[in-house]
């Protein structure tokens, strides 16, 4: 990606979330733009997508959506006729007031304020937890899906829909070069600044794959896992049951 230069992934929680939380403090009001414009609207097709693996069972149950963000996923999952209740959680203020406004109308949705390694909730306290494009940039993988098996009741479902890493180089190079051009052109007309949207791809060169957090999601303990990869592999979804 000549003329580029991406930034190194921090690797520890706290240099983490020094660097991302105030970009996406910064980018909120734009958020969903963003997303849908680097996706070509393709993000809003795999949410429903992912929403869709909620079993017909569980509409009446309890739903936990981690790093909510600008609150896209309870608004699908109450589109798609989930009645239970739905808590919102995102370590960002910003994002969650976007996020409050979007679902005002929504009086079984709640929004918390909390980060994805020290989710405040009991032992067996929810029937599905989805997370949308928020695992990759955890420190420790697995510690969070330790976290949220520990949440899940028995025969819990949990979703994950994320970025991937395509098998075939020339196509991987072709997307992670897209989305730092895209990118780096969004960030200069919104921001001024042309490495505000960096971290997309910044995350994704360190993220382990596709199929080594498939082989983690097993390894903590869920049952049924499945990986769908989509577009090619750029995106995922993960879905695995507690037993």
């Keep these: 990606m000549p003329g580029f230069s991406v930034h190194e992934w921090p690797e520890s929680v706290r240099d983490r979330r020094a660097y991302v939380d105030p970009i996406f403090a910064k980018i909120a009001i734009r958020y969903d ?3 849908r414009a680097l996706s070509l609207g393709q993000e809003q097709r ?3 997508r992912a929403v869709r693996l909620i079993p017909k069972d569980r509409e009446q149950k309890r739903l936990l959506d981690l790093a909510t963000g ?3 996923f309870p608004l699908h999952v109450c589109d798609a006729g989930f009645k239970g209740w739905i808590v919102g959680l995102d370590r960002n203020p910003k994002m969650l007031a976007v996020a409050r406004r979007k679902c005002a109308q929504q009086e079984q949705t709640q929004f918390v304020l909390g980060d994805l390694t020290e989710i405040p909730f009991k032992n067996n306290s929810f029937d599905v937890i989805t997370i ?6 955890v420190a420790d993988i697995q510690q969070t899906l330790r976290e949220v098996f520990r949440l899940l009741r028995s025969n ?5 829909l994320d970025f991937g890493i395509p098998k075939n180089p020339v196509y991987r190079q072709v997307c992670f070069g897209y989305l730092l051009l895209l990118g780096s052109v969004w960030g200069l007309i919104l921001h001024r600044r042309i490495d505000t949207y960096w971290h997309i791809v910044e995350s994704l060169k360190a993220y382990p794959g596709q199929e080594a957090v498939e082989k983690l999601i097993a390894e903590t303990g869920f049952r049924d896992v499945q990986l769908f990869q989509q577009l090619g592999g750029i995106m995922t979804i993960f879905s695995g049951t507690r037993p």
Aim: proline content about 0%; charged content about 20%; aromatic content about 20%.
């Design 70 to 72: 600008t609150g896209d």
């Design 156 to 160: 819990g479902m949990f979703i994950c």
């Design 46 to 48: 795999q949410k429903r």
């Design 132 to 137: 949308g494009y928020g695992l990759r940039y």
């Design 33 to 35: 733009f963003m997303t």
